[in-house]
């Protein structure tokens, strides 16, 4: 990777959020204000992925990167998952829907790796795991310059190792799921502490993402060497993404007050808003994603649908109150603005 090498004009990265708030015209419009932004390849398949990235690329000539969700082995325990069920069962049936199947998939990872090497995508990330180093390989032949997310030192290490270009670091305090795959612990550790860590143990540029909603924060964490920051909940409600109404309602009426870690609604650690399904689920959902994901989508799905925020998944870092409903070139411009401010 070449020296200086940066994403954009500015350091602020648009963080790729699956599920239906990434959209193209969300990464379009960041990129287009002098930003980065990222599609979001969790949970599509191959060929809704190609639609995504030629449609960004419709929008905008400027470049983007593409994220991916890194498959990891099945680890849960059918009867913890079956307990589980019928403990949210009650859920389901009040919204006259039925449960999804807790089944294990590798989301379509060989499919889409193989479409963003073909499709030359300038940068490509992972969640969830870290690509293996043909992979790695395969990809810098492609032109694209691979990141990794990471929750720790030995993540970071082990990315490294495996020929990793850049890494997101990921701090407790973003919203979503939690990257870590070296260790499905609870990642608890925040963002200034850990960009202090991972500088001291590997030398490849950071990018910062965890709570950043301002020029502030952006400059507390270059100032820590990061090169960039993303940021993800601070454009759920920008007017271009594909954030559902419901979701955005209630971040921008605060109906929740917190966000909570928990495993409730995938089986994997993700922070949102603490909700009455994550208050009152959290402590008995097992360690099983993709298998609680499937099974309490159509849950999620209807709940949405009829309007009920007790149940969705609400995905927040803790600085989500500062979201605002505006274009996303207005809010890259103000953040821009904010930085400039204090430099």
């Given at each position: 990777?070449?020296?200086?090498?940066?994403?954009?004009?500015?350091?602020?990265?648009?963080?790729?959020?699956?599920?239906?708030?990434?959209?193209?015209?969300?990464?379009?419009?960041?990129?287009?204000?002098?930003?980065?932004?990222?599609?979001?390849?969790?949970?599509?398949?191959?060929?809704?992925?190609?639609?995504?990235?030629?449609?960004?690329?419709?929008?905008?000539?400027?470049?983007?990167?593409?994220?991916?969700?890194?498959?990891?082995?099945?680890?849960?325990?059918?009867?913890?998952?079956?307990?589980?069920?019928q403990a949210i069962e009650p859920e389901a049936t009040r919204l006259r829907t039925t449960l999804g199947e807790p089944t294990w998939d590798g989301d379509g990872f060989s499919e889409k790796l193989s479409l963003v090497c073909d499709e030359a995508v300038?940068?490509?990330?992972?969640?969830?795991?870290?690509?293996?180093?043909?992979?790695?390989?395969?990809?810098?032949?492609?032109?694209?310059?691979?990141?990794?997310?990471?929750?720790?030192?030995?993540?970071?290490?082990?990315?490294?190792?495996?020929?990793?270009?850049?890494?997101?670091?990921?701090?407790?305090?973003?919203?979503?799921?939690?990257?870590?795959?070296?260790?499905?612990?609870?990642?608890?550790?925040?963002?200034?502490?850990?960009?202090?860590?991972?500088?001291?143990?590997?030398?490849?540029?950071?990018?910062?993402?965890?709570?950043?909603?301002?020029?502030?924060?952006?400059?507390?964490?270059?100032?820590?060497?990061?090169?960039?920051?993303?940021?993800?909940?601070?454009?759920?409600?920008?007017?271009?993404?594909?954030?559902?109404?419901?979701?955005?309602?209630?971040?921008?009426?605060?109906?929740?007050?917190?966000?909570?870690?928990?495993?409730?609604?995938?089986?994997?650690?993700?922070?949102?808003?603490?909700?009455?399904?994550?208050?009152?689920?959290?402590?008995?959902?097992?360690?099983?994603?993709?298998?609680?994901?499937?099974?309490?989508?159509?849950?999620?799905?209807?709940?949405?649908?009829?309007?009920?925020?007790?149940?969705?998944?609400?995905?927040?870092?803790?600085?989500?109150?500062?979201?605002?409903?505006?274009?996303?070139?207005?809010?890259?411009?103000?953040?821009?603005?904010?930085?400039?401010?204090?430099?």
């Amino acid at each position: 990777m070449p020296a200086g090498w940066r994403f954009s004009d500015l350091p602020i990265i648009q963080a790729p959020m699956a599920g239906g708030p990434s959209t193209p015209e969300l990464t379009a419009a960041v990129s287009a204000a002098g930003g980065f932004g990222f599609v979001a390849g969790g949970y599509l398949s191959s060929s809704q992925l190609a639609a995504q990235i030629t449609a960004t690329r419709a929008l905008s000539a400027a470049p983007f990167g593409v994220n991916l969700f890194c498959p990891s082995a099945p680890t849960a325990e059918p009867e913890l998952v079956a307990s589980y069920a019928q403990a949210i069962e009650p859920e389901a049936t009040r919204l006259r829907t039925t449960l999804g199947e807790p089944t294990w998939d590798g989301d379509g990872f060989s499919e889409k790796l193989s479409l963003v090497c073909d499709e030359a995508v300038d940068v490509v990330s992972f969640t969830f795991g870290c690509p293996r180093a043909h992979e790695v390989d395969e990809l810098h032949r492609a032109g694209a310059s691979v990141a990794v997310t990471v929750t720790s030192s030995a993540e970071a290490r082990f990315a490294d190792e495996r020929g990793a270009d850049l890494l997101v670091v990921q701090g407790t305090e973003a919203g979503g799921h939690q990257g870590s795959f070296l260790e499905l612990s609870a990642n608890e550790t925040p963002l200034p502490w850990l960009l202090e860590e991972i500088g001291a143990s590997v030398s490849l540029p950071l990018i910062a993402s965890g709570g950043i909603m301002t020029g502030a924060a952006t400059r507390a964490a270059l100032a820590r060497g990061a090169i960039a920051v993303a940021l993800g909940t601070a454009f759920l409600c920008a007017d271009e993404a594909g954030t559902s109404t419901l979701h955005r309602e209630v971040l921008l009426r605060r109906t929740y007050e917190e966000t909570v870690v928990t495993r409730a609604f995938s089986g994997r650690y993700a922070r949102g808003l603490r909700n009455e399904f994550a208050a009152r689920y959290g402590a008995l959902a097992p360690e099983a994603y993709p298998e609680l994901h499937h099974l309490t989508r159509p849950l999620r799905a209807a709940a949405t649908e009829a309007g009920d925020p007790t149940i969705p998944s609400f995905w927040a870092g803790e600085g989500w109150q500062a979201v605002s409903s505006e274009p996303a070139s207005q809010i890259v411009a103000r953040l821009a603005a904010e930085l400039a401010e204090g430099s």
